[in-house]
């Protein structure tokens, strides 16, 4: 098991930006696929982006693409959301999320198993 603590949300205004960090614990960062998600009120919870453990492949849901990146730093068991460019549609508690090693990048809750507690991200118009 993987412990994972979000950080960096807050408000913004439109077309400002936002970095995510979450801290892992507990196993070898770098073992995981980590992902974000985020979940909206009366919605349920979505893929944002996500990453191999070997860095080598990324993925992102179509409506943040050319906007946020996502990057781990391993030595330090680090993994950072680079959100620009922010809408009001990105309102949302953002999760970071670990899963078990995989080529692919899972894009579902279900293909990860450890997650963090949440950080609030609110965009103002």
């Known amino acids: 098991q993987v412990h994972l603590v979000e950080s960096g949300g807050g408000l913004v205004q439109t077309g400002g930006s936002l970095r995510l960090s979450c801290a892992a614990s507990?196993?070898?960062?770098?073992?995981?696929?980590m992902g974000w998600f985020r979940q909206a009120p009366g919605n349920e919870r979505e893929f944002v982006a996500g990453?191999?453990?070997?860095?080598?492949?990324?993925e992102y849901t179509r409506s943040v693409e050319g906007r946020f990146t996502i990057s781990s730093d391993n030595a330090k068991n680090t993994l950072y959301l680079q959100m620009t460019s922010l809408k009001a549609e990105d309102t949302a508690v953002y999760y970071c999320a670990a899963g078990p090693q995989r080529v692919k990048v899972k894009t579902t809750p279900t293909g990860y198993d450890d997650w963090g507690q949440g950080t609030q991200v609110t965009v103002s118009s």
């Open positions: 990453i191999t453990w070997f860095g080598g492949n990324t």
């Open positions: 507990g196993r070898t960062f770098s073992n995981y696929n």
